[in-house]
């Protein structure tokens, strides 16, 4: 398993850039947000995230307010579900924006709530989705 760093631009081949932050904040460039919408959850590969849409991942520690950030963004209250319980997050939240982007939530890592084994689960996700 390749080590993940927090912060770097990685890209996957044939498709657009994804950034990995720190769960803090994203501005995608000229946007203005005019629509949100939930499309799925994802727990693996899916044909979803081939359809040539640009994507942005949120990933970061759990509990630090990557649903909230998407919240605040997309200007819903209720968009992503939040809260204090760190771990919430268990699969990759697929949010379409504008009918033209992609915002994924994906789990945070850290501080998740859970046996080892649904915590190897998630980091397994986040290792797939960056990396294959």
Not at 121 to 128: G, R, S
Request: hydrophobic residues 40%; proline residues 5%; charged residues 20%.
């Amino acid at each position: 398993m390749t080590p993940f760093r927090p912060g770097r631009q990685m890209q996957k081949p044939g498709q657009a850039n994804i950034f990995a932050l720190q769960g803090l904040f994203c501005y995608y460039e000229g946007m203005r947000i005019t629509s949100a919408k939930f499309i799925k959850g994802l727990v693996g590969p899916d044909r979803l995230l081939e359809d040539g849409l640009p994507q942005i991942a949120f990933i970061g520690r759990s509990n630090v307010g990557k649903s909230s950030v998407i919240n605040t963004l997309a200007n819903q209250k209720a968009l992503a579900r939040t809260s204090a319980l760190p771990g919430r997050t268990k699969e990759i939240n697929v949010f379409l924006l504008n009918r033209s982007v992609y915002l994924l939530d994906l789990p945070g890592y850290g501080f998740a709530h859970g046996s080892w084994a649904v915590r190897q689960q998630m980091l397994d996700l986040i290792d797939w989705y960056l990396y294959k």
